[in-house]
């Protein structure tokens, strides 16, 4: 069973194939961030054109990558949701069209369902059930997994996810988009301790979120930052913060929940502070902990493909009519074939 993944939520298209037999037999992934750099952020319109211009070449890429041939695949699967609803429309219409021309059934995959399930394709696999930590651009949750669509959401952010909170402490710094991988690099030449940020909600029970404060904190240092070195310090300080508030969050998760398996997933777990301390929270607890490679930390095709397999595999399929949702919630998934036909806008 080979299934085509595209990935067109934001401002990466993704494209993959996953094989059921074989694993992953290709991947393309083209960034727009050099259009995005100059307006430090993801403008919507310039997201869908570059999606329109890239989406097609990038399925015939990987078909001719992998040698397979569009009547060996058993399905395909596109974001549906959420996202930027035009970037989700390119992705949705393209990859609904193909499996029509194609006769093989499509499925709308929600994209934290892909960035969940990620680390699934590595070697050695977690197994349900577990607890993850999902960490990207616009989502801050912790869920208990007991299967597919079996999510039970556990805390999440009230305001900001984490990655937006790097994404908008980066512009502060005056740093390039995005922001994450621009701060870790900055905080590794500032010195610990010389700033002190709040832990927000750490002295409250429970497992939401909030770093909106984090961010006003960190924009009054900011005032009177005048060198590099103090610069650094910041961006130093305010990784410990939102990484000590992360495996905090995790350590009181696990605690609830009793599993001995930890998922980190979405564009935040490529962070390298955060995997070291997990680390070593995995080891204080014993507890396993599974990332996701770097490469599919971020937005990548592979997550569609294989979660849409997933729910191909246990009989789902969709209508003619496609799926593109800018704003779906995780918790309203069911599991695959209790709504077999989930479209519309
Ligand atoms: O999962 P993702 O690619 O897209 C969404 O679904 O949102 O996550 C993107 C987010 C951005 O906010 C980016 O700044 C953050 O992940 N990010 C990182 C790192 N790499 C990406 N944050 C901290 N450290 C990183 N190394
Ligand atoms: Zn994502």
Redesign the pocket.
């Known amino acids: 069973m080979i299934v085509l993944g595209i990935e067109t939520?934001?401002d990466?298209t993704g494209v993959a194939l996953y094989d059921a037999s074989r694993g992953l037999r290709a991947h393309q992934l083209s960034s727009q961030v050099e259009i995005h750099a100059e307006y430090g952020g993801v403008v919507p319109e310039l997201a869908s054109r570059d999606h329109i211009r890239k989406a097609l070449p990038l399925v015939i890429r990987v078909l001719e990558d992998a040698g397979i041939r569009p009547a060996d695949l058993a399905g395909v699967a596109y974001t549906a949701g959420p996202g930027l609803i035009g970037a989700l429309l390119v992705g949705a219409a393209l990859g609904r069209s193909l499996a029509y021309a194609w006769g093989v059934p499509a499925i709308g995959v929600h994209?934290?369902e892909g960035?969940l399930l990620s680390p699934m394709l590595e070697p050695d696999p977690p197994a349900f059930p577990f607890t993850a930590l999902l960490?990207?651009?616009?989502?801050t949750l912790l869920a208990d997994v007991r299967g597919i669509g079996d999510y039970r959401i556990l805390g999440e952010s009230l305001d900001d996810?984490?990655?937006?909170a790097?994404?908008k402490t980066?512009k502060l710094l005056g740093l390039g988009y995005?922001?994450?991988?621009a701060?870790?690099r900055l905080a590794e030449t500032g010195h610990p301790g010389r700033f002190t940020f709040p832990r927000p909600m750490l002295d409250r029970p429970g497992l939401d979120f909030s770093f909106s404060g984090l961010k006003t904190a960190v924009s009054l240092a900011i005032d009177t930052a005048r060198d590099e070195q103090t610069r650094a310090d910041i961006a130093r300080a305010f990784e410990e913060a939102v990484v000590d508030t992360l495996v905090a969050k995790c350590r009181r998760a696990l605690q609830q929940t009793g599993h001995d398996q930890l998922v980190v997933a979405?564009?935040?777990s490529?962070?390298?502070r955060?995997r070291d301390r997990l680390d070593r929270l995995s080891d204080e607890l014993r507890v396993r902990m599974y990332f996701p490679r770097p490469e599919f930390?971020?937005?990548n095709g592979a997550m569609i493909a294989y979660a849409g397999y997933r729910r191909l595999r246990a009989g789902e399929s969709e209508a003619l009519g496609f799926a593109a949702r800018p704003r779906w919630a995780i918790a309203d998934l069911t599991e695959p074939g209790v709504t077999p036909a989930r479209s519309g806008t």
Not at 135 to 139: F, I, L, R
Not at 178 to 181: K, N, R
């Open positions: 939520s934001c990466d994209h934290m960035h960490v990207s651009g616009g989502h996810a984490a990655g937006e790097f994404d980066a995005p922001g994450g991988p701060i870790s979405g564009g935040v490529a962070n390298r955060l930390c971020t937005d």
